[in-house]
């Protein structure tokens, strides 16, 4: 039988992952959970853990913000296209996508990610692709978070 995710439950995961709640997030993968990013120095991460110690150590150094700007669920899977804003506490040399930043530097992630779904609408694989990076700079990631927020799906902005 083909499960779905609910839309609204789906958000609910965005923002525990924005919240760094990382027992709610976690909460909506199965135990082997396969993470797929378009970094080559990072490749597969493999189950809960995995995951956990990769962004763990992000989130040492950057606040990331996901925004969802488009969001479909059907037949077992789940699109997702987002724009990711990491806004960076410390100098990190090689921070995501190899970039060299300093404290208030932000990079942005242009991407689309395919929820593989388990029984029980469990995430089991997570495929991302990247359209671009760029980092920004020293500009105010509030403001770009709400650039983003303005072209996404009215009923997906979760800063309402």
Partial sequence: MTQNLPTAEF??????????????QH????DDV????PDTTVGTLKGKGGIMAH????????DETVVPLI???DRGRVFLQMEAYFYYKNEVEQAVHNYHVHPG??????????YDLAEGGKMRRITCYLFGEELLGKVD????????????????????
């Fill in 141 to 160: 990631v509030r403001d770009k978070i709400k650039e983003s927020e303005n072209r996404a799906d009215a009923d997906l902005r979760l800063s309402r």
């Fill in 34 to 37: 396969e993470l797929v990013l």
């Fill in 27 to 30: 909460a909506f993968y199965t």
């Fill in 55 to 62: 962004y763990g150590a992000i989130h040492a150094n950057a």
């Fill in 71 to 73: 969001v479909m669920s």
């Fill in 105 to 114: 530097d932000v990079i942005r992630i242009r991407c689309c990610a395919i």
């Fill in 11 to 24: 958000l609910n995961y965005i923002r525990a992952f924005n919240a760094r709640d990382y027992a709610a």
